[in-house]
């Protein structure tokens, strides 16, 4: 199946009808995806490129980013899953050339797809603990910007009629 292009992704995704209206269901993942997708049409530069300018940069994350370089690929370990029929953790993307991460997405996307390492993810977190100050002390994100990051955002209501177990809200500052 062909990829789409950005411009037809947003299209496409345009012409569909809503799944539910704003404010009745939480859904998972495909907000961040549109808008992965707005940022680079917004731009017009690839979505690594603008995290890299606006976030990792700033915060000195050096090895992070949509695909692992190939001389750095030996450090990258293979990814596990569980298969609980058998009881064994499979893999799910192997190590080195062969792995996911190891060429450019097709379509990088702002739901998911970064890679980094420990020390980079932890500049991050210092950051967001941080009010959104890098370690220069430049705001790299505005305190209002991590404060609606680290709140809250689905209704009680919501909430009451969600699919997940008993317990997945808990203290998790979803949505």
């Not at 569909?16 to 808008?35: A, E, I, N």
């Not at 994350?61 to 692992?68: A, I, L, N, S, W």
């Not at 064994?88 to 080195?96: M, V, Y």
């Not at 609606?148 to 809200?169: H, I, L, N, Q, T």
Request: charged share 25%.
């Amino acid at each position: 199946m062909p990829v789409l292009s950005l411009d037809e992704w947003l299209a496409r995704l345009s012409r569909l009808p809503l799944m539910d209206h704003p404010g009745d269901v939480w859904r998972y993942d495909l907000s961040m995806t549109v808008l992965g997708a707005l940022i680079m049409r917004v731009t017009d530069q690839p979505l690594g490129d603008v995290m890299a300018t606006r976030i990792f940069d700033p915060l000195g994350m050096k090895d992070r980013g949509f695909t692992v370089p190939a001389d750095k690929l030996d450090r990258f370990p293979p990814c596990y899953r569980p298969n609980r029929e058998a009881g064994t953790a499979d893999i799910w993307d192997p190590a080195g050339p062969s792995s996911f991460w190891a060429s450019e997405p097709e379509f990088p996307g702002g739901h998911g797809g970064l890679v980094s390492t420990a020390d980079d993810y932890l500049s991050f977190a210092r950051m967001m603990m941080n009010s959104g100050k890098g370690p220069s002390g430049r705001q790299v994100l505005s305190e209002a910007s991590v404060h609606a990051m680290m709140s809250d955002k689905v209704p009680v209501e919501v909430k009451a009629r969600s699919p997940f177990s008993p317990g997945f809200w808990d203290n998790r500052g979803w949505g």
